[in-house]
């Protein structure tokens, strides 16, 4: 339920959705590929599978359960990463287009298809 006097947190559109491809062009993870495992709209970061990855220590929460060190991937900014188009196989911009029977789809700016 909305308070009186708040408005209520839109949820921030992006041009990378799950399971896209993405190349990193920015920071110490640059060059590298990687397929987007969530989308962060909060924090306007996605996570990047086996890119940037992160330790942190845990305790064993239950008996059957070890403690130590986890490897998991952290956050990239999505103004860090680049879609690549499947079909030209090249990082890209990307264009919005309506189709014919309403639909809106992501267009590759160099090779001019359907993402």
């Not at 190349?23 to 989308?39: F, N, P, Q, T």
């Not at 879609?83 to 919005?96: F, G, K, Y």
Request: hydrophobic residues 35%; aromatic residues 2%; glycine residues 8%.
């Amino acid at each position: 339920m909305i308070k009186r006097g708040l408005a209520k947190e839109r949820r921030k559109k992006f041009h990378i959705k799950k399971n896209d491809t993405v190349l990193v062009i920015a920071g110490d993870e640059r060059g590298k590929r990687g397929r987007v495992l969530h989308v962060l709209h909060k924090h306007n970061s996605i996570l990047i599978e086996n890119v940037n990855f992160i330790r942190r220590s845990t305790k064993a929460k239950r008996v059957d359960q070890k403690g130590g060190i986890v490897e998991k991937e952290g956050p990239v900014r999505i103004s860090n990463v680049m879609l690549v188009c499947t079909n030209c196989d090249r990082a890209t911009r990307i264009a919005h287009k309506t189709l014919s029977d309403g639909r809106k789809v992501r267009i590759c700016k160099k090779c001019g298809e359907m993402i």
